[in-house]
Every structure is written in structure tokens, then in C-alpha cells.
């Protein structure tokens, strides 16, 4: 097994991030199968695993087992179809990451953890996220953005985009503006709002947009600041 190559010994697999064994798992797994096709069980792979060490074995059977957790939640590994359950396959996703020569960077480019993100935000777009559709993923999370600002400011469907925006955190007469505040600050909120909205969601709306995992990231973690924003603002 490659990963008795990568870690030589049991404290070398238990001190490894969880993503860089599950990359040498993916790689191993494509080699054993370089079509994808063959199923492999789950609990045999971390028994052989297992076996490889003398010491600390139990130890190394978890780490694998994290591993294999960690490809499960990317959809990197699927249920096998028309096999009983723990037969897996690669995913056409995972047969792609297998493939990717500098996995433990590339994965890194592309980690997310959920609590960086709104739970709604993260509920919307996660899962386009990890498949790497990084365009899709910041239009769903702007959409929800967009959303949540109609429904706290009770506007109809005539208002969309950045006219929504603008209207909702209008720095004199908005439904979400705070007059509390002061006057410049109202007015700028506003000018963020409706720019995230205008330059984040709309050019996602009217083309395909190649983004790279660090610009979708940066993009979702804004969508989610100002979803919070938008849920305090309709508390009110």
C-alpha cells in the first residue's frame, strides 16, 4: 500500500493533516483501479492498512478512517451501485483529485471550513463548492443573500439586484437601514450591499465565470458577513 510508503511509521500517519493521507488513499486507489470501476470495501482497505503496522495499529486504522471520512463528505468516494452497502467507488470527482499531481496544496487552495459561513450560506452552496464549482457555488450564495434581504424587507419581486439592495439599506427611508447610525455609515452599507450583489451575483447571472477556489472562498465568506448583517437588520 502507498500509504505504508508515505508513512513509514504509525506516528507519521497519525501527525499527517487528515487531507494529505486521504490524497495518498485517493492515488492508491486509482491505481489499483485506473477506470474507476473496480469496488473496494471500506473496513478491508483500513484492515490491510492496519496490518502494515506493528505498533500502534488501532491509531493508524483511525486515521485512515478520518481519511476515508473526509473523501466521503467531498463526494470524492460513492456507494458502488448494485453493491451492498460499504463497497465504494471513486467518484468521477475523486478520479479527477487523484490525478492532481501536488494534492495536499490543491486541497489546501480549496479547504472551506462550514464555520466560517453562515449555516444557510453554507447550506446553499457547499455542495457545489467542494464538486469545484466555484462559479455556481458564489451565485447560490448571493442568491440566498438576495433573498434574505427581500423577505427582512418585505419588497416584491419588481425589485431585484442592486435596486433591491439599494432600496432595503436606503440610508434615509430603507426598511434595513439603521437610523441610529450615522448618516455616512447608513450610506455606506448601502453602497456595499447593492455592490456585492451587483458585482458578485450578477456577472455569475449572465455568463460563466472561471474562478479559482480562493477567490469562490473569499467570495462566500463576504455573502455570509452580509447574510448576518441582513438577519440582525430583520430582528429589529
Known sequence: MNVRAAYPTPEALEQASVSAVAGVLLKTLLAKSPNG??????????????????????????????AFGWLQA????????????????????GMKAARVHDFPTWSAERDLPETLLHPQI?????????AGKFDTAVF?????LEVAIRQAAGLGPEFLGVKLASRAFHPVDGELSDLNQEGG????????????????????SHRKVDLAAWEAREMLVIASHLFRIVEIRSLV
Not at 478491508?44 to 500502534?56: F, K, Q, S
Not at 467531498?74 to 470527482?93: V, Y
Not at 455606506?188 to 458585482?199: F, P, Q, R, S
Open 122 to 130: 453554507a447550506a446553499e452552496c457547499m455542495d457545489s463548492y467542494r
Open 185 to 204: 455609515e447608513r450610506q455606506a452599507l448601502a453602497n456595499l450591499m447593492a455592490g456585492a450583489v451587483g458585482y458578485f451575483k450578477n456577472p455569475q
Open 74 to 93: 467531498r463526494n470524492f468516494i460513492c456507494q458502488a451501485p448494485e453493491s451492498d452497502i460499504g463497497w465504494c467507488l471513486l467518484t468521477r470527482d
Open 140 to 144: 447560490e450564495a448571493f442568491k440566498a
Open 37 to 66: 470501476e473496480s469496488a473496494f470495501h471500506i473496513r478491508n482497505v483500513i484492515g490491510e492498512i492496519r496490518g502494515l503496522y506493528e505498533t500502534r495499529a488501532w491509531e493508524a486504522a483511525r486515521a485512515v478512517s478520518e
